[in-house]
């Protein structure tokens, strides 16, 4: 069973409390049953947690905030990536070089991710692909949070204008997940 890391459900729960307050998050909650609003009380950021807890709660997440649209989780993986590169992992960061950071791609997938692996190829001055290969699990709004987060990291990393477009999606049908990501 494909598992996640406590930080990226923490991030999802850090972000709706910051931009909608614990009222927020108490609406957010209430669409879960009882057991997966207990373990989310008691989630610690470098424990396993199953995909399908993380799952649900994008579920609840884009039912209560996203009005049914579920692009609303690119924002919430630029949120992730503020809090978690601004802070536990900002290492990753490679002031200056995109394609040094992108390069770090499959390792930043193992801190995140049980199974499956990520590698980056550099196509251009200013461009590459981000694959995802072997992921047990995976979910549309998962997707859309990796594409925020890495537009995110880019800009962090000093990257402008980026655009990020995922060629091929496992939760269409795909074989993998492949994100074009470009800069200027």
């Known amino acids: 069973m494909q598992q996640i890391k406590g930080a990226v459900l923490k991030a999802r729960l850090g972000f709706i409390e910051q931009h909608f307050g614990s009222p927020g998050l108490e609406r957010v909650l209430a669409h879960l049953a009882a ?3 207990k373990e ?4 610690l950021i470098v424990g396993w947690y199953p995909f399908e807890l993380g799952k649900r709660l994008d579920d609840a997440i884009v039912t209560v905030f996203g009005g049914g649209d579920e692009s609303y ?13 601004g802070t536990l992992h900002h290492a990753f960061l490679v002031e200056g070089n ?3 950071f992108l390069a770090k791609a499959p390792t930043i997938y193992r801190m ?6 990520r590698e980056y190829k550099q196509t251009g001055e200013r461009e590459g692909v981000l694959t995802t290969y072997d992921a047990e699990t995976f979910s549309g709004p998962d997707c859309l949070t ?5 537009r995110r990291a880019l800009e962090m990393c000093g990257a402008r204008d980026v655009t990020m477009v ?8 795909g074989a993998v997940c492949r994100y074009r990501v470009k800069w200027g």
């Open 40 to 43: 989310l009380e008691r989630i």
């Open 146 to 150: 990796v594409i925020g987060w890495y």
């Open 166 to 173: 995922e060629e091929e999606c496992r939760a269409r049908g």
């Open 112 to 117: 995140y991710y049980e199974t499956g692996r």
């Open 73 to 85: 989780f690119s924002r919430l993986g630029e949120a992730s990536a503020d809090q978690n590169l």
């Open 35 to 37: 057991p997966d609003r």
């Open 98 to 100: 995109p394609h040094a």
